[in-house]
């Protein structure tokens, strides 16, 4: 149970298992779905463009398994935080021991054009544990984390199956996969869990979202199709800008005032608008819309050259200071 | 040679991966 709090925005306790919830749903469809992939019959029944990478799912599936084990660990790990509260020590000491297990293990890592396999495997632990600190903390009002997760991942996967200009391409449909079933996961979970909320995620929740959104964009790759769109590979970062804008602000507020990062509070983006004067379901719907745009940034970025990709930038750097000019006013008069 | 799928596969695709997620996880989430 999450009871009400100085900072919190609900008045009465509700529950908080809905990250198990998400957590089961992404594990059974995954499961049943890489072990149905070896059986002739069901090879059968689908089309040949999709039935020709089912050999494909099943040589890959101890991959996806141990993915699955890593976020399993994490969902664990966030349901003790909700049962008991973790020390902030513990909890990302752990964030990162997985982070580390699956870029190593797994061999997933951020493709940056950085010739030092430590240099990309220490941005990509950052990365992971990076996004599941970012799920977390934009997890303070009913229905925002689990839907901008959900606008997110849907946006990631429709970038990976688009169909590409130069015509020998094939959609990835493998992380794909991941990504659509946590978003009909999500959307499962947001029934129960837009305003007003009967349950929440918790940090059971937060922690798996978070964890795999950050596994999925890794385990994608951005320029295989085209050599002319190196940049690409900033997609994730385009569709993952807001999360990320809430963290670090979060971040820098909580520094300048000479708190701790890890210090809980009523500071984030969402709250900042809420004090601006906007009701908490409008403040959920501006950060799912800004989510959007900047995600449709990753689009056009898959699909211009490099003088497009400055345009691009232009314009998530656009929103970005939008939303920032926006904060302005908050932060002059801070309200705990 | 592989073969390109066509929107209607890619759109059931889509529909396969997000429905049996959201059945679930809707199921589930009611019964915490």
Known sequence: MDKPGYRKVHTTPIPLGGGVGIWFSVATTLLAATLLAGLPVVRQWLPESLAQHLPGVVESRWKLWGILAGGTVLMLLGLEDDRRGLKWQWRLAIEVAVATVIVLWQQMQLSLFIDNGWVTGLLSVLWIVGLINAFNMIDNMDGLSGGVA???????????????????????????????????????????????????????????????????????????????????????LCVLAIPLYDMLSVIWIRISEGRSPFEGDKRHFSHRLVEQGWSKTQAVWIIYLATFCCGINAWILARTDWVGSLWVLANLLGIVGLLALLDLGTHRSPKR | MKQDAAVWEVVGFVLGCLLPAALLAWLAVGLV
């Open chain 1, 150 to 236: 959900a606008i997110g991942s849907a946006m990631l996967a429709g970038m990976l199956l688009m169909p590409q200009a130069t015509g020998e391409s094939q959609p990835q449909w493998f992380v794909a996969a991941m990504l659509l079933v946590l978003v009909g996961a999500l959307l499962g979970f947001l029934v129960h869990n837009r305003a007003p909320a009967k349950i929440f995620m918790g940090d059971a929740g937060a922690y798996f979202v978070g964890y795999w959104v950050a596994v999925g964009s890794l385990a994608a790759t951005y320029t295989g199709y085209q050599s002319a769109t190196p940049h690409a590979v900033f997609a994730p």
